[in-house]
């Protein structure tokens, strides 16, 4: 594991010693993947039920949504197949003229079968659109959009069967539950700042990470 080269004894004692996955994951500067995989490798056993890196408190009951529900387990495995190949987890951030920072995560799924498209938009509603004009000898793309609660509870369902970007997909979940914050207009609290700071520079290191699997 050249990335951890000489650290990963460090890196196994600060797990064991409390620190998250997530939370070593951004010190050492690797993906979560990268931490996991040394983890298992040593037979250290995980622990599990709390979002690496983020708050320790009660766990939150998973999002539900009625479209997601409806879902076979069949479609949820389709689903994922999609988010794994043409799909992308995006996690926006934008800083306003009085120099807040907002954080938008959105799915997308991508593909040249508009009736794919369709189907997603029928099933789980979202927005959908054509792409571009094709180059010659291109197919034209369409766009399946999702985010918010339904985008959460999807994830949660399909988490499962992703077999390429789960860590992509637990970064999501992790800020999705940060922006309950601004959807109700409280105040935000300076340690959900800095969580959600660690959350994207997480998410950017998984990205660089992704390109190389």
Request: aromatic share 6%.
């Amino acid at each position: 594991m050249t990335v951890l080269a000489g650290r990963e004894d460090a890196v196994v004692k600060a797990y064991v010693d409390g620190k998250s996955a997530r939370r070593l994951a951004h010190e050492f500067g690797v993906g979560d993947q990268t931490i996991r995989r040394l983890l298992e490798a040593r037979g250290v056993t995980r622990r599990r039920g709390q979002p690496a890196g983020c708050r320790t408190e009660p766990a939150e009951a998973p999002p539900t949504d009625a479209s997601v529900s409806a879902l076979s387990l069949t479609e949820l495995a389709y689903i994922a197949g999609l988010i794994d190949g043409e799909g992308c987890l995006l996690i926006y951030r934008k800083r306003d003229p009085r120099g807040g920072l907002h954080f938008r995560c959105i799915l997308r799924v991508s593909n040249t079968s508009q009736r794919v498209i369709e189907w997603l938009q029928l099933r789980l509603g979202g927005g959908a659109q054509a792409g571009q004009p094709p180059q010659p000898n291109h197919l034209r793309v369409f766009h399946w959009r999702c985010e918010g609660p339904r985008m959460a509870a999807l994830l949660v369902a399909v988490r499962p069967f992703l077999v390429i970007k789960p860590e992509l997909a637990d970064l999501l979940l992790a800020m999705q539950r940060t922006l309950t914050y601004s959807a109700s207009g409280l105040r935000l609290p300076p340690d959900v700042a800095a969580e959600r700071e660690l959350i994207f520079a997480q998410y950017q290191v998984e990205r660089r990470e992704m390109k190389g699997r």
